[in-house]
């Protein structure tokens, strides 16, 4: 088993990274913009869809002890062409903006 490489690059791979306060983009790659929502929650638009809703997976980080992950237990937030996240600390229920998170979204 192994890691095939058609065109020499992962096809369906994005990440960015960006400011939570303001969802300015730091750096990026299939992603067109950022909007923030409220505290915590950001929308991540991808400049090309994804190849199928809810197909795929996404990986953030942030800052120590809080958690990255959807919005709810719900397929809808990883759209074909967007996803919803939440930065914030799942036992307490609060969400946080930090000086920046950087997400990686890979699928098939």
Do not use: C
């Not at 791979?13 to 300015?24: C, D």
Request: negative net charge.
């Amino acid at each position: 088993m192994g890691v095939f490489f058609g065109n020499g690059e992962l096809e369906e791979l994005k990440w960015v990274a960006f400011s939570m306060s303001n969802a300015s983009i730091h750096g990026d790659r299939g992603v067109s913009s950022i909007t923030r929502h409220s505290s915590g929650r950001h929308e991540i638009i991808y400049d090309g869809n994804m190849a199928a809703q809810g197909q795929y997976a996404l990986v953030g980080n942030g800052q120590y002890e809080w958690s990255v992950g959807p919005w709810n237990n719900n397929l809808n937030n990883y759209e074909v062409g967007n996803a919803y996240t939440w930065h914030g600390r799942y036992a307490a229920g609060t969400g946080g903006d930090i000086g920046y998170m950087a997400v990686i979204i890979m699928g098939q």
